[in-house]
């Protein structure tokens, strides 16, 4: 069973490019999560995702950036015009279902998966 | 609002010593605790979970925690570090119900141990 995937690993852009950043859940997973990590600042969480539906955005930025999660293909983490604070190592996430382990160990309240993580670097 | 405190942002020790990482949650309710570990360059991964039962949870390669429920801690604890286990260790959790269902991450502890 292959871990959760993301693409690029490294990606550079100049100001003002746009990113795209992809995320393939574990098979079986139906729960996408994107959290954004800096140095000395730990895991900030930016959105959670299921097929096709933005569950909480709530630490997304409210300009520039915007999440998908299509019912065919990887999850999208889009960031336009990108600019040098956006550089950092964005991470993905995935959970199994809500009814995992007797219901507590699934969906967002259980455990999360992570993949490799893209290191964005914004010159 | 939901935070997660741990105590220690680098701690250096030599391998044998042995390791406790403080980590101390803020919310009333029941939650589900974790420690994920991320070596250099890599991702993260689970080392320990604590859902419910025994407070006292084993994880991977020795590493332990237990949740004190009266002091809201989940301190994580290994007897003899190894040099592999340099790592950066984050402690997490999130509301069994209510509240913010997404977890909410500490900042952090860098270890470092010498060999």
């Known amino acids: 069973n292959a871990g959760v995937m993301q693409n690029p690993r490294h990606l550079v852009r100049r100001r003002g490019q746009e990113a795209r950043l992809r995320c393939s859940p574990m098979?079986?997973?139906?729960?996408v999560y994107w959290y954004r990590q800096l140095p000395e600042e730990g895991l900030k969480f930016m959105v959670y995702?299921?097929?096709?539906?933005?569950?909480?955005e709530s630490g997304m930025p409210k300009e520039r950036f915007s999440a998908e999660f299509p019912k065919e293909g990887p999850s999208i983490l889009r960031i336009q015009q990108v600019v040098r604070g956006d550089s950092a190592a964005y991470f993905c996430?995935?959970?199994?279902?809500?009814?995992?382990?007797?219901?507590?160990?699934?969906?967002?309240?259980?455990?999360?998966?992570f993949g490799p993580g893209t290191r964005l670097l914004v010159l | 609002a939901q935070s997660v405190s741990q105590h220690n942002h680098h701690v250096i020790l030599s391998e044998a010593a042995s390791l406790e990482l403080g980590c101390n949650y803020s919310?009333?309710?029941?939650?589900?605790l974790f420690w994920y570990v991320q070596y250099p360059g890599q991702h993260l991964q689970l080392l320990l979970k604590?859902?419910?039962?025994?407070?006292l949870v084993k994880g991977i390669k020795g590493f332990e925690a237990e949740f004190i429920k009266s002091k809201f801690s989940f301190n994580l604890r290994k007897p003899s570090v190894q040099w592999s286990d340099t790592a950066e260790y984050f402690c997490?959790?999130?509301?069994?119900?209510?509240?913010?269902?997404?977890?909410?991450f500490g900042r952090g502890t860098s270890l470092i141990v010498h060999p």
């Open positions: 996430a995935s959970s199994p279902p809500v009814s995992y382990d007797r219901g507590i160990g699934g969906g967002p309240r259980g455990t999360q998966y």
């Open positions: 098979k079986g997973h139906s729960h």
């Open positions: 995702l299921q097929k096709e539906n933005i569950i909480d």
């Open positions: 919310y009333g309710g029941t939650v589900n």
């Open positions: 604590y859902f419910s039962g025994d407070p």
């Open positions: 997490a959790f999130s509301p069994r119900s209510g509240g913010s269902y997404i977890p909410t």
